[in-house]
């Protein structure tokens, strides 16, 4: 499950924008590396701080993550403004991992199992309101899906932001069909939802 950035920007900017080195500092004398007993390919699997090394492993098990999803959004679109919105989903989609686990105002963690990453999250603190935490992005290897990482992943986000300061959490996903395990996590996480609508109109 995969919850990729917003086809447009959400609307306000953060309040407090800590360097990612400052953030990473602090968050490594609170997660090390926890370790879980669910099982992946019979291994158990840790969620650990984002290692440069990994990014690589992140945008390609992402981007089959996303396939799916941006076939179920093209098919509410339609072709005209999918190909307007998205021209080609994989570049920009990549890049949006690429930043969201490096740059200074984010904060990124890894599920690893068998040595490689198979999921993860990324966070921003104080957004939009002062006190509120972000999950920015969070994916799992389609590989290793329906197995409970995003789950933990999700949970190890939120106690991490619960020890940051953060006293409210916010997600954002899409409401297509594509989306629809996402926005199930979301619910049995504790999530309350208000719906949003976003219209689109072609008028060339």
Same mark, same amino acid.
Do not use: M, N
């Given at each position: 499950m995969l919850?990729?950035?917003p086809p447009a920007p959400a609307? @306000?900017?953060a309040t407090s924008t800590p360097s990612r080195q400052g953030t990473l500092g602090q968050a490594k004398d609170e997660h090390r590396a926890y370790r879980y007993g669910c099982t992946v390919a019979e291994a158990e699997f840790e969620i650990r701080e984002f290692r440069d090394?990994?990014?690589?492993?992140? #945008?390609?098990f992402s981007l089959r993550a996303w396939e799916p999803v941006f076939a179920s959004v093209r098919d509410v679109l339609g072709d005209a403004l999918f190909l307007r919105l998205h021209p080609d989903w994989r570049v920009s989609q990549a890049e949006a991992v690429?930043?969201?686990c490096t740059n200074d105002h984010s904060e990124a963690f890894v599920a690893v199992a068998s040595g490689r990453p198979v999921g993860f999250v990324t966070v921003a603190l104080n957004a939009f309101h002062e006190r509120m935490g972000v999950i920015e992005i969070i994916g #799992?290897?389609?590989?290793?899906?329906?197995? @409970?990482i995003s789950m933990r992943?999700?949970?190890f986000a939120i106690e991490h932001m619960r020890r940051r300061g953060m006293d409210i959490v916010v997600v954002e996903t899409g409401g297509d069909p594509g989306h629809a395990p996402a926005r199930a996590a979301y619910d049995k996480a504790g999530f309350t939802l208000l719906p949003i609508a976003?219209?689109?109109r072609l008028i060339r």
């Open positions: 919850t990729p950035a609307a @306000g900017s090394e990994d990014l690589e492993s992140i #945008v390609e690429r930043s969201s #799992v290897d389609p590989d290793h899906q329906r197995r @409970g992943l999700t949970e976003r219209y689109f």
